[in-house]
Structures are given as structure tokens and as C-alpha cells.
């Protein structure tokens, strides 16, 4: 029986961990859970799994939560000490990363200093600290497993691959839901308009992420990472049926790559279950109702926040750090109707103008320029 821990485990990502772990209930442990505002979802996952360690938001949602789950036997902590003890804590075999923003950096990292498997489907550890997180895996002899859709397909295909034999990856993206629309009618996008995703159901910022393409862009800088390759190695294509995740081509001209519907179950149990495959209840492609298999070049004109990431990744350093702490402030504004779907590259753009690049950074230049980049970014959208 494998024992695992899921930080994050009331967004999209947990629950559908949670659903494959309920599904196999005599091949997995559920031994910690983190949320920060969902204690009703969080009482119930509580009452179905019987954590050891739950760690929440703050003291107040520790007192909602009492009110709603039996914790005996449960040890509960606020966010500063939950996180961390969930991922060091020594039960923990896989720790499924399923936050979103800088907070899970520090406990990704702790858990691959005592050499724990990291299934990862949180983009800012790689963003932010690529460079210190896989010398740590490298160093500790911890394993990371992607979950995201595309990176779990690259994965898949790299397997038991001579990875010098490895030419390209092609990272596939539906293209969003406004992959037709003229860019005039960008500057009419409201938020509404935004969250509807023609593929996937996913949390609110990485849905406008997606819209903008910049879920591709902090993409492509995780496969730099992760697969250790340069930017100019990546090519972006956009593949509005979603059936093909992502693939990879060799020196020898092969292309592998990994299919099936868009359901976010197949990389979760991927990477619980790796490096074994078991029989799930996901549906397979029908390739007698699949019509087309398109394939597009994406337009950098429309959507330029793909570029900006392609950049950032070039100048490496602490540059992806700034753009995506740029990125998340100006996805919040633009939700809250303080700036226009357009605004949200502008203001990328602008700050990282102003920005001196540390090449090598430390942990603690990485926290340091990340607040200054979101300070800069909310003067530019909540006081102008």
C-alpha cells in the first residue's frame, strides 16, 4: 500500500486524486491534506480518509472545521507549520503537489531532501527554482513525476528513451476559448468569458491562463526544467481536439506520442502508480467518432504572453520568477475588473522591463524578487 499526501487537496488536481484513491482503496494511504478555505469539502474528505496531519489557512478555519469534521486522532496545523509537516512527515511516500502560488516551493523542496516521490502539478517550483529544485533531485535521490497533461505525455514518451537521442517536444494546448477570435474582439473579453474552457475544468487562474496562453508559456519553461532542455528545442502547437497531450521526436526523425480523452485522472494515477500501469474506469478515445486532428502555429500576435515566456525562460535566472509573479497579480486584477484581458501582457511586460536578472539566485533572492515583482505589478493595476 502506497502512502500519500496531497497538498492542495480541495482544488481540481486533489479532487481527483482523492477520486482515484477512493476508487482503489486497498493500493493507497492517505496520510496528510492540506486546503485553505474549503472546510466543508475538506470535512468530508476528513471523514472518507482519515488523515493523520490536516493543515489549513489559519486558526479560524480551524475552528469551522471542528464544527464539521470528528478530528480525533487528527493532528491539524495552520498553513505556515501544516504544509511543511505534511511533506516531511516520514509515512509520506508520494507527496502530490496540487497547490497553486509560491507557497508550496519550500515543502516541494523538503520533501525531496528526504528523497520522497513528488508527483508535481504545481507550476511554481520549476517556474521560480527549476534550477534549485532538480539539483536537489539529482542530489537527494527523490523522483519527480509530472501531472500535468502535456508533461505527464512527454514523460510518458521519454520512458525507457536514450534522452540524447531526444531532438524536440512538441507541446500541445487546445488554444482556449478564444483560439478564433479577432484580436479587436480581445479587448472585449470579459471574466465570464474567460473561465469558460472548451476542454478542460480547471481552478479560476489557470483557466484565464489558459485564454492567454500563458499556461503554455510557464509550461515550456517546466519542460526546460524538467527535461532538460533549451527553449528554442520546444515548439508550442495548438491542437484544439485535445486528444494528442503532447509528443516527442528523436534524432531519427520518430515522433511518439501519447493520446486519450481529456481527463486528468490518467496522469494522476500515472504518477502514483509509476512506474506500473493499472486499469482505471476513464473512457477510451473513439477513433471512429474523431473526425480531425488539427494542428495549428500559434499567433504571438494575439496571444504574445507565450513569447514573453519564451523569453524569460532564455534569460533564465530569476526572470520566469518575475513574469509568473507578475502574471498571477495581474490575473487577479483582471478578474476583480480592474484591468482589460489585453492588460494582463502589458503589464508583464512592463515590470520585467524593470527588472535586473540574477543569473544563479539563491532561495531567498528568489521569495525577495518575487515580492517585489507582485508589489510592482499591483501599483500598475490597482493604482493607476
Not at 503532447?246 to 481527463?263: N, T
Not at 489585453?342 to 512592463?350: C, G, L, Y
Request: net charge positive; charged share 25%.
Amino acid at each position: 500500500m502506497k502512502k500519500i499526501a496531497i497538498l492542495g487537496s480541495t482544488g481540481s488536481i486533489g479532487t481527483s486524486t482523492l477520486s482515484v484513491v477512493h476508487s482503489r482503496p486497498g493500493d493507497f494511504r492517505v496520510i496528510g491534506l492540506s486546503a485553505y478555505r474549503n472546510m466543508r469539502l475538506l470535512a468530508r474528505q476528513i471523514k472518507l480518509f482519515r488523515p493523520k496531519l490536516v493543515s489549513v489557512k489559519d486558526e479560524p478555519a480551524i475552528r469551522k472545521l471542528e464544527k464539521l469534521a470528528d478530528l480525533s486522532g487528527v493532528k491539524v496545523y495552520t498553513q505556515d507549520q501544516g504544509l511543511a509537516a505534511i511533506a516531511a512527515h516520514a509515512e509520506v511516500q508520494t507527496l502530490v503537489v496540487a497547490t497553486s502560488g509560491i507557497i508550496s516551493l519550500r515543502p516541494t523542496l523538503s520533501a525531496i531532501e528526504r528523497g520522497k516521490t513528488i508527483a508535481l502539478a504545481n507550476k511554481e517550483p520549476l517556474v521560480m527554482a527549476g534550477e534549485i529544485v532538480m539539483a536537489a533531485v539529482k542530489r537527494c535521490g527523490a523522483r519527480m513525476i509530472p501531472v500535468d497533461s502535456e508533461h505527464s505525455a512527454i514523460f510518458q514518451c521519454l520512458h525507457k528513451e536514450e534522452h540524447r537521442a531526444l531532438s524536440r517536444i512538441y507541446l500541445t494546448g487546445s488554444g482556449g476559448p478564444f483560439r478564433d477570435f479577432p484580436k479587436d474582439r480581445l479587448n472585449r473579453v470579459t471574466p465570464e468569458m474567460a473561465l469558460r474552457h472548451p476542454k478542460w475544468k480547471m481552478g479560476k487562474k489557470i483557466t484565464i491562463d489558459s485564454a492567454t496562453l500563458m499556461n503554455k508559456g510557464l509550461e515550456l519553461i517546466e519542460a526546460c526544467r524538467l527535461f532538460g532542455v533549451g527553449p528554442e528545442r520546444i515548439e508550442v502547437v495548438i491542437h484544439p481536439e485535445a486528444i494528442i497531450h503532447s509528443m516527442v521526436e528523436f534524432c531519427d526523425r520518430s515522433v511518439l506520442a501519447q493520446l486519450g480523452i481529456p481527463d486528468m485522472r490518467v496522469p494522476i494515477q500515472y504518477a502514483l502508480d509509476y512506474p506500473y500501469r493499472r486499469d482505471n474506469a476513464v473512457k477510451s478515445p473513439d477513433f471512429f467518432r474523431i473526425k480531425a486532428l488539427r494542428f495549428f502555429k500559434p499567433d504571438n500576435e494575439r496571444f504574445p504572453c507565450l513569447n514573453i515566456a519564451r523569453q524569460a525562460a532564455r534569460a533564465g535566472g530569476t526572470s520566469p520568477g518575475v513574469m509568473n509573479a507578475v502574471n498571477e497579480v495581474a490575473v487577479e486584477a483582471f478578474l476583480d475588473g480592474r484591468i482589460g484581458f489585453n492588460d494582463i501582457p502589458a503589464v508583464i511586460r512592463r515590470v520585467m522591463k524593470k527588472h535586473a536578472c540574477i543569473t544563479h539566485p539563491t532561495l531567498e533572492q528568489i521569495f525577495s524578487v518575487d515580492e517585489w515583482a507582485r508589489k510592482e505589478a499591483r501599483l500598475l493595476c490597482y493604482q493607476q
